[in-house]
């Protein structure tokens, strides 16, 4: 598939800890990209997007770092919550005719109390 | 306003049956995506609709179609259901290009 459905690497962090999730994407001509956070049992919200003539966008405690030389993705999340405890995808989008939205393997983030 | 919203919320299928998903768009949007997600997996794209054409289809059999509606809901069909076919089927919309594509809770089919 395009999507690798391979098991979820888990990162846990203390609350109060930043939290970096990391995503490497497959194709050099992708120029968008998003974050989801996936809660159990819902569809994903989108976190926070970025273009490819861009390195760095922040949102509320939230940064998303692209460095496209070696096509990796990274979010920070500042202050770790326990409602932050989600699965993490990054997406990448080629805008061309066959735009569709590639997602990542995605990345579990466990908040310890 | 609403988001996008997909029905059933569940669903209990015979291997070899067939199935009918359904989404609604946020309103305005005229692009339709579907994803299938196994449980525990990641997301593996389906079908992407705009303007009521299928514009692009992922890796799956023909079994697996589907087609948008001039009000640019859409509806996602699997025939001749399989065990593997189990998954969370998640639909999503957006304005047509480049921009963020927003999520509905998903159909959970279960086949047995």
């Known amino acids: 598939g395009e999507s690798v459905g391979l098991h979820l690497p888990t990162l846990s962090v203390q609350e109060g800890d930043n939290s970096i999730i990391n995503c490497a994407y497959s194709n050099s001509a992708s120029d968008y990209f998003i974050w989801y956070k996936q809660e159990s049992g819902k569809g994903p919200q989108f976190i926070i997007d970025?273009?490819?003539?861009?390195d760095k966008r922040q949102g509320q405690r939230v940064t998303v770092l692209l460095n496209k030389t070696v096509k990796h993705l990274s979010l920070q999340i500042a202050a770790t919550q326990p409602g932050d405890s989600a699965v993490y995808f990054c997406a990448e989008n080629r805008a061309d005719s066959s735009y569709k939205l590639i997602f990542g393997s995605g990345t579990r983030l466990l908040v310890r109390p | 306003e609403a988001g996008v919203t997909q029905s059933p919320t569940h669903l209990i299928k015979t291997r070899g049956q067939q199935v009918t998903l359904r989404c609604s768009p946020i309103?305005?949007?005229?692009?339709v995506y579907w994803y299938q997600q196994a449980l525990g997996l990641g997301l593996q794209f389906l079908l992407w609709?705009?303007?009521?054409?299928?514009?692009n289809r992922g890796n799956f059999p023909p079994r697996f179609s589907g087609r948008q509606f001039p009000n640019y809901s859409s509806e996602l069909n699997v025939n001749a259901l399989e065990l593997e076919d189990s998954a969370l089927y998640l639909c999503a919309s957006s304005f047509a290009g480049d921009t963020e594509a927003f999520f509905g809770q998903g159909t959970r089919l279960t086949v047995v």
């Open positions: 609709y705009d303007e009521g054409e299928e514009r």
């Open positions: 309103s305005g949007h005229t692009s």
């Open positions: 970025i273009r490819s003539n861009m």
